[in-house]
């Protein structure tokens, strides 16, 4: 597989890891970024190659930068082939929780914290 079609494979994946973090489900999220289903589901299994405005309106449905989308999915690249390989060794998705105005709030700890956090 070439390099593009596989950096837009992690990307579909880590498009999809984040929606289920968020406990959104593809339609939700297609509704929330006006694409119709279909067309997110391809985005998500790497089959389509979609636009920055695309990109854009995904990234603001997860709530999350376009560029931090992306540094996820490289990260990814990098991390194959090892455990846990979604993000990064410096930083790991604990836990999405909503504030008591409903905000969604993503809580980042380093992987030190988190082994550590672990094993109390």
Do not use: H, P
């Not at 509704?31 to 190659?49: L, P, V």
Request: aromatic share 6%.
């Amino acid at each position: 597989m070439d390099e593009l079609k596989l950096f837009r494979k992690r990307v579909g994946e880590t498009v999809r890891k984040l929606r289920k973090t968020s406990g959104l489900s593809q339609e939700k999220l297609a509704e929330m970024a006006d694409m119709s289903t279909t067309y997110f589901g391809e985005i998500e299994r790497g089959e389509r190659n979609c636009s920055i405005d695309s990109i854009k309106k995904i990234s603001k449905g997860l709530g999350i930068r376009m560029e931090t989308l992306f540094q996820m999915a490289e990260d990814e690249g990098k991390e194959e082939g090892k455990d846990d390989a979604f993000l990064s060794s410096e930083a790991k998705i604990i836990s999405q929780v909503k504030d008591k105005e409903g905000w969604k709030l993503l809580i980042l700890v380093s992987a030190k914290e988190k082994e550590t956090y672990e094993g109390m």
